[in-house]
């Protein structure tokens, strides 16, 4: 199985184990069902992953699914804490890394729970619906990027050639497409749909092919970018070769 069928593989069980840790009851199964993506704001609970794959595995939950997980166990009358929400979802995390370690496939991997963050939906993560036992519906995004952990004599005699090259690193906040007819016509004041939401991750790119996605923000008066999500190692090393 390629990094890419692990990775889809491991962010979907990771998903319906935790959706089961925060939904399960007295007869009550827990199911995934693919739905289209939610755009409110909600929480990330991101793992890191070590071993024979290295990567993150992160699941995104809206912050309503998040609250109706905690009233569940606290309470319907009562409103749980951010804190709360947090602890909750570690700990349905901790509890899913110990049913995937079972699983034949990722026995090996080393996984932990690094991070419970407000953050928008990861970039390209997949969507599933989940109900909880009293019938109303809770949404988890799943994604997960893998690469194989490859060994010091097949990489690093290539590697020490090139550590200490610079690269042009580019964002890239948004693309589109214009006709001829309105690119001559552009001016001063003019305005251009880049086609995307001030909330969306942009892009940083090597050799005009995406390395990672990342929120802008300001470091010490200048625009950074903070990753989000990185594409496999073996894509980066390709863009760099590509060069």
Do not use: C
């Not at 992160?58 to 409103?79: E, H, M, Y």
């Amino acid at each position: 199985m390629n990094d890419a069928a692990l990775s889809r593989q491991l962010a979907t069980l990771i998903a319906g184990e935790v959706a089961a840790g925060l939904a399960a009851g007295p007869g009550h199964d827990v199911a995934l069902e693919p739905v289209d993506a939610e755009t409110e704001p909600g929480v990330r609970l991101s793992f890191k992953v070590s071993g024979p794959q290295t990567g993150s595995v992160v699941l995104w939950f809206p912050g309503s699914t998040a609250t109706n997980a905690a009233r569940s166990i606290s309470g319907p009358d009562r409103q749980a804490s951010a804190e709360e929400v947090s602890t909750l979802l570690r700990q349905a995390g901790a509890k899913a890394i110990e049913r995937v370690a079972e699983s034949s496939e990722f026995v090996d991997l080393v996984i932990t729970v690094s991070s419970v963050a407000p953050a928008p939906a990861p970039h390209s993560a997949a969507h599933y619906a989940f109900s909880f036992p009293d019938g109303s519906l809770g949404f988890v995004g799943t994604t997960a990027t893998l690469a194989t952990t490859e060994s010091p004599s097949r990489t690093n005699g290539n590697l020490e050639l090139v550590l200490d090259v610079e690269l042009p690193l580019v964002v890239r906040f948004g693309r589109t497409v214009m006709s001829l007819k309105a690119l001559s016509g552009l001016g001063p004041g003019s305005i251009v749909d880049m086609g995307r939401s001030p909330d969306e991750p942009v892009e940083l790119l090597v050799s005009d092919k995406v390395i990672a996605y990342g929120d802008v923000v300001i470091v010490d008066g200048s625009y950074g970018l903070r990753i989000t999500d990185l594409v496999s190692r073996s894509d980066r090393l390709r863009a760099v070769e590509s060069r």
